[in-house]
């Protein structure tokens, strides 16, 4: 028998048998059981098998710490007993309340975020058939032109089926009954009734005509009424009878509420905001465009950006263009061309190559790894990619630049969305921003990252390049054959410093994985501490393990037991076995999202190979920035005993 089907066997028996689990799940240190009743579980003969480091209780969860094995255990687990899972499930264990606003933009990117595929792929099609009206490519009465217009445009028709059906996920509702409330408003033979001019009512109570295909707000108010409906529904109704009247009742509630109510409401709401927008960019221009440029990626930080997602859908369901994406592209390609400054004046061969790197990705419309990786890293070049938006920004404010679908992104992917009659000026707004963004990076200058082979960790002054330099080789690091050596850590994260044992979590604060230390982050992204190799990622993307050239294996835990968000507000930028180095991005997070989710975004980094080292100094205390140097590893030396006579 293995060590892991012996691990596996006595954790099995020693948390009250098969007959005393629920559901089982893993994270990437934890088995995370849900039991019928915690009292059966011995803890502290638990806590002596061996392959379990220690126990924890977080809720209603009983957690066993296995460490780096956890899947292998989990797997010898679930051949004696299928429990489910794989990635920790929710369980009840109470979330801390948010604030209003920022449980209202957690509601807002939860329901748009798995929308953005098929919008983003309708709008293409649609950015396609304009470029092909604009160069004559296919006769637009031709059977083809017209198949290709249907399938960009059946998304957007019937928008308010896919916002109902995500909306119920995210308020906890059917959301098959949300499609089928979706599908009552879009009915043609509604459509018919609302264009026959007559007074509708529905029991005598005045119904509205309202456009209900490609709306937004309606739909939203009528799912979450219908959440509220159906559970209570659900409560009251006995459990024989919920099958035919909890849908059948709620259909009737809601979507005649929808015809009387929340249609024309949402209606009237939504044409107030497109228009809204619109009545300020059309007559504040250059000035308008100016301050959302300058300010756009400033608000794609703190995520208020998916309230204008919404808002620019509604304008171009309501006016066929939208001012508010096109400023976006100019937020974002300021920030690249900040990135590509640093890239031409750093004389860091990695950090160059990092900055060219990300550059690109800004430039496609991926900006977090530019921003958080490079240039608030730095500070300087953040002020420059803002100074680029709004340059940019104001160009679009000036000629009123529009895009006319729904763009597959905010960056050069996404150029076919703006043809039509201000095409021009986008092009020449997106080189613009771009080009000051560089432009002001380097003239300004920034404190350089340190070579790597530096022994300071002060910074100096960045200066050109010189010619004779060449990029220093990234080696993958073979953890087998690794000399472990002295070693000092760089911060993963831009925050404050947390010493362990105040971490709120029993398992690292009782160092049952290791030595280390934490990070409270204030910037979305984890950058790797030191030249490495990363060795494991957690399938939840809220850890990553990694070795480093000194022989270091490290666990960086982004939150406290945020394996339960199942990857949502994360962003693996890194893929196991990629070498790294030090200051390079390897997660970005939604800071705002985890938090009003009611998680502590506290992140612990665990050294795991801990008795490999005697000495652990911390470097820093109080604020600090990624990359500045945190944690003093010293290899443990062999202790001789005195002989006797």
């Known amino acids: 028998m293995s060590k892991h089907e012996q691990t596996a066997k006595s954790v099995l028996e020693k948390i009250?048998?098969?007959?005393?689990?629920?559901?089982?799940?893993?994270?990437?240190?934890?088995?995370?059981?849900?039991?019928?009743?915690?009292?059966?579980?011995?803890?502290?003969?638990?806590?002596?098998?061996?392959?379990?480091?220690?126990?924890?209780?977080?809720?209603?969860?009983?957690?066993?710490?296995?460490?780096?094995?956890?899947?292998?255990?989990?797997?010898?687990?679930?051949?004696i007993g299928a429990f489910g899972g794989g990635a920790a499930q929710d369980d009840d264990t109470p979330k801390k309340k948010s604030n209003p606003f920022s449980a209202l933009l957690d509601i807002i990117s939860g329901?748009?975020?798995?929308?953005?595929?098929?919008?983003?792929?309708?709008?293409?099609?649609?950015?396609?058939?304009?470029?092909?009206?604009?160069?004559?490519?296919?006769?637009?009465?031709?059977?083809?032109?017209?198949?290709?217009?249907?399938?960009?445009?059946?998304?957007?028709?019937?928008?308010?089926?896919?916002?109902?059906?995500?909306?119920?996920?995210?308020?906890?509702?059917?959301?098959?009954?949300?499609?089928?409330?979706?599908?009552?408003?879009?009915?043609?033979?509604?459509?018919?009734?609302?264009?026959?001019?007559?007074?509708?009512?529905?029991?005598?109570?005045?119904?509205?005509?309202?456009t209900y295909s490609s709306s937004v707000i309606p739909i939203l108010l009528a799912i979450w009424a219908s959440s509220y409906v159906e559970k209570f529904?659900?409560?009251?109704?006995?459990?024989?009878?919920?099958?035919?009247?909890?849908?059948?009742?709620?259909?009737?509630?809601?979507?005649?509420?929808?015809?009387?109510?929340?249609?024309?409401?949402?209606?009237?709401?939504?044409?107030?905001?497109?228009?809204?927008?619109?009545?300020?960019?059309?007559?504040?221009?250059?000035?308008?465009?100016?301050?959302?440029?300058?300010?756009?990626?400033?608000?794609?930080?703190?995520?208020?950006?998916?309230?204008?997602?919404?808002?620019?859908?509604?304008?171009?369901?309501?006016?066929?263009?939208?001012?508010?994406?096109?400023?976006?592209?100019?937020?974002?390609?300021?920030?690249?061309?900040?990135?590509?400054?640093?890239?031409?004046?750093?004389?860091?061969?990695?950090?160059?190559?990092?900055?060219?790197?990300?550059?690109?990705?800004?430039?496609?419309?991926?900006?977090?790894?530019?921003?958080?990786?490079?240039?608030?890293?730095?500070k300087k070049p953040f002020v420059s990619g803002l100074i680029g938006g709004a340059v940019g920004g104001a160009i679009y404010g000036l000629f009123h630049v529009k895009i006319y679908v729904m763009a597959g992104g905010a960056g050069l992917p996404g150029i076919p969305a703006m043809i039509g009659p201000t095409f021009v000026y986008g092009m020449i707004g997106m080189a613009v921003a771009f080009a000051v963004g560089a432009a002001v990076?380097?003239?300004?200058?920034?404190?350089?990252?340190?070579?790597?082979?530096?022994?300071?960790?002060?910074?100096?002054?960045?200066?050109?390049?010189?010619?004779?330099?060449k990029a220093a080789p990234v080696v993958a690091v073979t953890p087998a054959i690794v000399e472990i050596r002295n070693t000092e850590l760089s911060s993963p994260l831009t925050g404050t410093v947390k010493a362990l044992a105040d971490v709120d979590d029993a398992t690292f604060a009782g160092e049952y994985m290791g030595k280390g230390i934490a990070v409270v982050p204030s910037a979305g992204v984890v950058t790797a501490p030191a030249d490495g190799v990363v060795n494991s990622l957690a399938v939840t993307k809220h850890a990553v393990g990694m070795q480093t050239v000194d022989g270091t294996e490290l666990l960086i835990h982004i939150g406290l037991n945020t394996v339960r968000l199942k990857g949502q507000h994360f962003n693996v930028l890194v893929e196991e076995g990629q070498a790294v180095t030090a200051g390079q991005p390897l997660i970005t997070f939604n800071m705002n999202a985890i938090r009003a989710a009611g998680y502590d975004l506290t992140t612990p980094m665990i050294v795991t190979n801990t008795k490999e080292f005697e000495g652990f100094t911390a470097l820093h205390s109080g604020a600090i920035e990624a990359g500045q140097p945190l944690l003093k590893l010293d290899v443990a030396t062999p202790k001789l005993e005195a002989l006797g006579d």
């Open 16 to 79: 009250g048998g098969e007959s005393n689990v629920k559901t089982m799940t893993h994270c990437m240190t934890r088995l995370r059981f849900e039991l019928r009743d915690n009292n059966k579980a011995d803890r502290a003969a638990l806590e002596n098998t061996p392959g379990v480091m220690g126990t924890n209780i977080a809720g209603t969860q009983f957690q066993v710490i296995i460490g780096n094995d956890v899947p292998k255990v989990y797997e010898q687990i679930n051949k």
């Open 111 to 210: 329901i748009f975020t798995p929308l953005l595929p098929a919008l983003a792929g309708a709008g293409m099609i649609k950015a396609l058939l304009s470029v092909s009206d604009a160069f004559g490519w296919m006769a637009a009465d031709g059977s083809t032109y017209q198949i290709l217009k249907v399938i960009g445009d059946g998304t957007f028709f019937f928008l308010p089926i896919l916002i109902a059906f995500s909306a119920a996920k995210k308020f906890g509702s059917s959301m098959f009954l949300a499609a089928a409330i979706a599908g009552a408003v879009l009915h043609p033979e509604l459509t018919a009734l609302f264009g026959s001019g007559g007074d509708l009512n529905f029991l005598g109570l005045p119904v509205t005509v309202v």
């Open 233 to 378: 529904l659900d409560k009251v109704i006995p459990s024989a009878l919920k099958l035919l009247f909890v849908p059948m009742i709620t259909l009737l509630v809601i979507v005649p509420a929808t015809l009387i109510a929340f249609g024309p409401v949402g209606s009237i709401v939504g044409q107030g905001l497109a228009g809204g927008i619109t009545w300020l960019l059309d007559n504040t221009g250059i000035f308008g465009g100016l301050l959302l440029g300058g300010t756009m990626s400033l608000i794609i930080m703190t995520g208020m950006h998916w309230a204008l997602v919404p808002i620019a859908i509604l304008s171009l369901a309501e006016q066929n263009f939208d001012y508010i994406l096109p400023i976006m592209f100019a937020a974002n390609l300021g920030q690249a061309g900040a990135t590509f400054g640093v890239f031409l004046r750093s004389r860091n061969p990695q950090f160059k190559a990092l900055s060219l790197s990300t550059s690109f990705s800004a430039m496609m419309g991926i900006t977090e790894p530019a921003m958080y990786g490079v240039n608030m890293r730095l």
């Open 441 to 469: 990076t380097f003239v300004m200058g920034f404190k350089d990252i340190p070579l790597p082979a530096s022994e300071t960790s002060a910074a100096t002054d960045a200066v050109a390049p010189a010619a004779s330099e």
